[in-house]
Protein backbone atom coordinates (compact mmCIF):
# COMPACT_ATOMS: atom_id res chain seq x y z
CA UNK A 1 0.00 0.00 0.00
CA UNK A 2 1.06 3.59 -1.10
CA UNK A 3 1.34 5.97 1.70
CA UNK A 4 1.45 9.54 0.85
CA UNK A 5 3.78 11.82 3.03
CA UNK A 6 1.31 14.53 4.84
CA UNK A 7 4.17 17.29 4.22
CA UNK A 8 3.87 16.40 0.40
CA UNK A 9 0.07 16.18 0.08
CA UNK A 10 -1.37 18.60 -2.19
CA UNK A 11 -4.10 20.54 -0.10
CA UNK A 12 -1.39 21.53 2.76
CA UNK A 13 0.40 24.11 0.22
CA UNK A 14 -3.37 25.54 -0.06
CA UNK A 15 -4.38 24.93 3.74
CA UNK A 16 -1.32 26.88 4.28
CA UNK A 17 -2.18 29.93 1.93
CA UNK A 18 -5.68 29.96 3.58
CA UNK A 19 -4.20 30.10 7.13
CA UNK A 20 -1.70 33.29 5.69
CA UNK A 21 -4.66 34.82 4.37
CA UNK A 22 -6.38 34.53 7.38
CA UNK A 23 -3.49 35.86 9.24
CA UNK A 24 -3.26 39.12 7.08
CA UNK A 25 -6.26 39.74 6.74
CA UNK A 26 -6.91 39.97 10.70
CA UNK A 27 -3.01 41.96 10.80
CA UNK A 28 -5.07 44.71 8.82
CA UNK A 29 -8.03 44.93 10.33
CA UNK A 30 -6.39 45.00 14.15
CA UNK A 31 -3.84 48.14 12.02
CA UNK A 32 -6.62 49.71 11.02
CA UNK A 33 -8.08 49.68 14.44
CA UNK A 34 -4.68 51.13 15.60
CA UNK A 35 -4.31 53.33 13.71
CA UNK A 36 -7.66 54.98 14.54
CA UNK A 37 -6.77 55.36 18.05
CA UNK A 38 -3.67 56.58 17.52
CA UNK A 39 -5.42 59.64 15.51
CA UNK A 40 -7.90 59.74 18.93
CA UNK A 41 -4.86 60.02 21.05
CA UNK A 42 -3.13 62.53 18.89
CA UNK A 43 -6.48 65.31 19.14
CA UNK A 44 -6.67 64.14 22.52
CA UNK A 45 -3.39 66.04 23.18
CA UNK A 46 -4.28 68.61 20.94
CA UNK A 47 -7.42 68.72 23.00
CA UNK A 48 -5.84 68.77 26.54
CA UNK A 49 -2.88 71.61 25.09
CA UNK A 50 -5.24 73.92 23.89
CA UNK A 51 -7.68 73.32 27.75
CA UNK A 52 -4.25 74.41 29.44
CA UNK A 53 -4.52 77.49 27.71
CA UNK A 54 -7.62 78.80 28.47
CA UNK A 55 -8.44 80.64 31.35
CA UNK A 56 -11.68 80.53 33.38
CA UNK A 57 -13.28 83.67 32.21
CA UNK A 58 -12.07 82.18 28.20
CA UNK A 59 -14.22 79.18 28.90
CA UNK A 60 -17.29 81.81 30.26
CA UNK A 61 -17.05 83.69 27.04
CA UNK A 62 -18.23 80.41 24.68
CA UNK A 63 -17.99 82.92 21.41
CA UNK A 64 -14.06 83.03 22.23
CA UNK A 65 -11.72 81.67 19.96
CA UNK A 66 -9.93 79.02 21.74
CA UNK A 67 -13.47 77.39 23.16
CA UNK A 68 -14.22 77.37 19.31
CA UNK A 69 -11.16 76.01 18.49
CA UNK A 70 -11.56 73.05 21.24
CA UNK A 71 -14.83 72.70 20.53
CA UNK A 72 -14.49 72.03 16.75
CA UNK A 73 -11.19 69.62 18.03
CA UNK A 74 -14.08 68.12 19.98
CA UNK A 75 -16.18 67.50 17.21
CA UNK A 76 -13.25 65.94 15.32
CA UNK A 77 -12.26 63.43 18.03
CA UNK A 78 -15.88 61.95 18.87
CA UNK A 79 -16.15 61.82 14.56
CA UNK A 80 -13.10 59.54 14.57
CA UNK A 81 -14.11 58.03 17.41
CA UNK A 82 -17.05 56.99 15.40
CA UNK A 83 -14.59 55.62 12.75
CA UNK A 84 -12.56 53.84 15.31
CA UNK A 85 -15.57 52.13 16.91
CA UNK A 86 -16.61 51.07 13.13
CA UNK A 87 -13.06 49.81 12.57
CA UNK A 88 -13.24 47.87 15.73
CA UNK A 89 -16.82 46.12 14.89
CA UNK A 90 -15.27 45.23 11.48
CA UNK A 91 -12.48 43.76 13.55
CA UNK A 92 -14.52 41.79 15.72
CA UNK A 93 -17.01 40.69 12.28
CA UNK A 94 -13.68 39.37 10.41
CA UNK A 95 -12.64 37.53 14.13
CA UNK A 96 -15.90 35.92 14.03
CA UNK A 97 -15.96 35.01 10.87
CA UNK A 98 -12.83 33.24 11.37
CA UNK A 99 -13.76 30.87 13.84
CA UNK A 100 -12.32 32.69 16.43
CA UNK A 101 -15.46 34.10 19.01
CA UNK A 102 -14.20 35.44 22.17
CA UNK A 103 -12.72 38.69 22.27
CA UNK A 104 -12.02 39.64 25.40
CA UNK A 105 -8.41 40.59 24.56
CA UNK A 106 -9.74 42.42 21.69
CA UNK A 107 -11.06 44.43 24.03
CA UNK A 108 -8.32 45.45 26.27
CA UNK A 109 -5.48 45.61 23.38
CA UNK A 110 -7.95 48.61 21.35
CA UNK A 111 -9.88 50.07 24.13
CA UNK A 112 -12.48 52.46 22.62
CA UNK A 113 -12.51 55.80 24.35
CA UNK A 114 -15.06 57.90 25.62
CA UNK A 115 -17.40 60.20 23.99
CA UNK A 116 -16.09 63.67 24.93
CA UNK A 117 -18.35 67.28 25.50
CA UNK A 118 -18.27 70.34 24.20
CA UNK A 119 -16.19 72.67 26.40
CA UNK A 120 -19.91 74.44 26.68
CA UNK A 121 -22.81 73.83 24.78
CA UNK A 122 -23.69 76.93 22.94
CA UNK A 123 -27.08 77.64 21.52
CA UNK A 124 -25.54 79.21 18.32
Known amino acids: MLTMNTAE ?3 DKTFEEIFQERADILFH ?3 SV ?9 IDEAINSAQKELTRRDIQDSTHHGVKHINALIAEYNQLREDAKLRYYYLIVTRE ?4 LRHDWVE ?5 PARKKPVKETDE
Request: a positive charge.
Open 9 to 11: HPL
Open 29 to 31: AGE
Open 34 to 42: SRALSRLAR
Open 97 to 100: SIGF
Open 108 to 112: KIYPI
